[in-house]
């Protein structure tokens, strides 16, 4: 973690990127770590990241590879490394819905005959993304 010292590296303010990580960075921050703020936080960073005002930047890779090539610049970026404990992402839904345990239901049942029939390898494959499992 202490060579993040020698870099520039976009971080995203209100992430967490895990408890250890956090504390470094805030008590680096400005020094080593920059935080990007409001709408767009990401394409932000990545614009940064190509423009050569940051060298590193920290954020979850299958985010980061469809934002990528949303953008176009997936042939700019190359992936340096990943923390060594995973981050889960997760669907949210609101509790005010009548409609959220539907939706829960939904994905519960569908991504299993996805994975099987190949088409979530299809999508993700739209957005640049690999197969996690």
């Given at each position: 973690?202490?060579?993040l010292?020698?870099r520039?590296?976009g971080?995203?303010s209100?992430?967490?990127y ?8 805030e008590?680096?921050?400005?020094k080593?770590?920059f ?5 767009g936080?990401?394409?932000k ?10 060298d590193t ?6 985010v ?5 090539q949303?953008?176009g610049?997936?042939?700019q ?10 981050f889960p ?5 609101s ?11 939904m994905?519960?049942?569908?991504l ?5 029939d190949g088409?979530l390898q299809?999508?993700?494959a739209?957005?640049?993304l690999q197969?996690w499992w």
């Open positions: 973690m202490k060579t010292l020698q520039k590296v971080m995203i209100g992430y967490a895990g408890e250890e990580y956090d504390a470094f960075a008590q680096n921050k400005g080593a770590f935080f990007m703020t409001g709408d936080a990401l394409d960073n990545i614009q940064k990241l190509t423009a050569g005002r940051i930047l920290l954020e979850n890779k299958l980061l590879a469809a934002k990528a949303q953008m610049v997936s042939d970026l190359q992936m340096a490394g990943s923390f060594s404990e995973a992402i997760y669907m949210a839904c509790p005010n819905s009548d409609k959220t345990q539907g939706f829960i239901d994905a519960n049942a569908a299993p005959a996805m994975k099987a088409s299809k999508i993700l739209n957005y640049g197969p």
